[in-house]
């Protein structure tokens, strides 16, 4: 069902109402363009992995940023 909201909506639509990051839009992109339909707790996997990471990457710049 998700799966079939992905579809519907443009990456470019998406960006602008869901406030995506350029990761989750290319992520969106991707899964639109992708043959095979990946099942929405993949996707979801994934996003959730790079938020992670960009939190991760967030915290080490203020950290670094805090030591000036």
């Known amino acids: 069902m998700l799966f079939k909201l992905i579809?519907?909506?443009t990456a470019d639509e998406?960006?602008?109402k869901?406030?995506?990051t350029d990761h989750?839009?290319?992520?969106?992109?991707?899964y639109q363009g992708n043959k095979?339909?990946?099942?929405?707790?993949e996707v979801c996997v994934e996003l959730?992995?790079?938020?992670?990471?960009l939190a991760k990457t967030k915290r080490s710049l203020e950290?670094?940023?805090n030591k000036l």
Do not use: F, G
């Open 14 to 16: 998406a960006k602008e």
């Open 18 to 20: 869901l406030r995506l």
């Open 24 to 30: 989750e839009y290319n992520l969106l992109k991707y």
């Open 36 to 41: 095979r339909s990946k099942d929405i707790n």
């Open 63 to 65: 950290h670094k940023l």
């Open 7 to 9: 579809k519907l909506i």
């Open 48 to 53: 959730a992995m790079s938020k992670q990471r």
